[in-house]
């Protein structure tokens, strides 16, 4: 009997392990680190501050980005050019992916 409640507490920490990575990408997260570090340039709304810069809220820009996938979205934000600085060393890499996905849900 003990030795069953054992064998079941165990495969509860592996199933509650599993489902902590699935959902590793939080946009409410994202949202908050869009405020502090993205929004002075590229808008609250997604709407370009600055002339030049890409426009998150209209899914069809061919420069926002948006059309490709995470991981070059990715790599994009942590390394910066054009007049987008690099956010390596500021941002880690699981919240990059936090405002990635908080860019897929903006819409106006
Ligand atoms: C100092 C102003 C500034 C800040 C702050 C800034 N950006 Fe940018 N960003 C720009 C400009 C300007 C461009 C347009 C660059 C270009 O034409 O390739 C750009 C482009 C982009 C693109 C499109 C890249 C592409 O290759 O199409 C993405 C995605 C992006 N920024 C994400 C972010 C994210 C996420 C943050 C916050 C973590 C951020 N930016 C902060 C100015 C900024």
Known sequence: M???RVFLSGAGVIALGFAGQ????DPFAG????K???APCHGMDGKPGMPQSPDFARKSDPHNGLLRSDTVLLNRVRQGGSG????????DD???LD?????RSMKR
């Open 84 to 91: 987008c600085p690099s956010f390596r060393g500021v941002l």
């Open 36 to 38: 502090l570090h993205c």
């Open 99 to 103: 405002v990635v996905s908080y860019l």
């Open 94 to 96: 699981f919240q990059i």
């Open 22 to 25: 699935a959902d590793a990408a």
């Open 31 to 34: 949202k908050e680190q869009y």
């Open 2 to 4: 003990s030795r069953r």
